[in-house]
């Protein structure tokens, strides 16, 4: 089984589209979750929106504090533009600098969201093999 674990400040937008479309498009066998190192009180508005637009819905998601339970557990961790928060995670670890979409414009959000799908299609092809 392949476990990946996506990490943002808040959990609350990016690593909670990220996991989003892993559990979509990943074979059977691989997992995601997602965490903040300093979590939202929920998922942003803005965040369900666009989700809702290509049919997956956030609402009912709410943002998690990142374990070092989680932290041990990964296969596979990408960090989201964290920077000096973001935490140590003893295994590979990609960094995606995407922006906050906290407050951002809808079409800036808009832009996020399909870089983040096209990521997370590209880290299936590349780094998840089918059990």
């Not at 049919?55 to 989201?80: F, N, W």
């Not at 533009?81 to 140590?88: I, K, M, N, Q």
Request: glycine share 6%.
């Amino acid at each position: 089984m392949t476990y990946v674990l996506f990490v943002c400040n808040h959990n609350a937008g990016r690593s909670q589209m990220a996991q989003a479309f892993f559990e979509r498009d990943a074979p059977p066998g691989a997992e995601a979750e997602s965490a903040g190192t300093n979590p939202g009180e929920q998922v942003w508005p803005e965040v369900v929106e666009v989700m809702r637009e290509v049919g997956i819905d956030l609402s009912s998601r709410t943002p998690k504090k990142l374990t070092v339970e989680m932290q041990q557990r990964a296969d596979l961790a990408v960090t989201m533009g964290c920077g000096d928060a973001c935490p140590y995670v003893p295994t590979t670890v990609e960094d995606w600098d995407l922006p906050d979409p906290a407050g951002r414009p809808i079409g800036e959000v808009r832009e996020v969201r399909d870089t983040i799908e096209q990521r997370v299609k590209q880290l299936i092809a590349e780094r998840i093999v089918p059990s």
